[in-house]
């Protein structure tokens, strides 16, 4: 069983940045792909970037080149940094966790409960 929390959601205006943390119990989260949703209202749930567990990087198109997502296996913990930030990437943010590769599909196993990201132009 992992759980996952996240934090590191708020207010910022256009061209801001954020960074948002996962923090994962147990004790494998170095055989974790993790990977990084987001859902605007009215709209479904997608992609926005990933790391395997040996620290392969994906990204959706519309985060390439402004957001990095990056892993610290001792801490347990995933990061997004988000630059750049637009109004179109206001969301609520989810953390979720596989077993080793990344899927762009939401097919995880385990989901935090969100953090909302809101950009104001």
């Known amino acids: 069983q992992v759980q996952l929390v996240e934090s590191g959601g708020g207010l910022v205006q256009a061209e801001g940045s954020l960074r948002l943390s996962c923090a994962a119990s147990?004790?494998?989260?170095?055989?974790?792909?993790m990977g990084w949703f987001r859902q605007a209202p009215g709209k479904e749930r997608e992609f926005v970037a990933g790391?395997?567990?040996?620290?392969?990087?994906y990204y959706a198109d519309s985060v390439k080149g402004r957001f990095t997502i990056s892993r610290d296996n001792a801490k347990n913990t995933v990061y997004l940094q988000m630059n750049s930030l637009k109004p179109e990437d206001t969301a609520l943010y989810y953390c979720?966790?596989?077993?080793?590769?990344?899927?762009?599909?939401?097919?995880?196993?385990?989901w935090g409960q969100g953090t909302q990201v809101t950009v104001s132009s």
């Open positions: 790391i395997s567990w040996s620290g392969g990087t």
């Open positions: 979720a966790a596989r077993k080793f590769i990344v899927l762009v599909s939401p097919e995880y196993e385990y």
């Open positions: 147990g004790r494998t989260f170095n055989s974790y792909a």
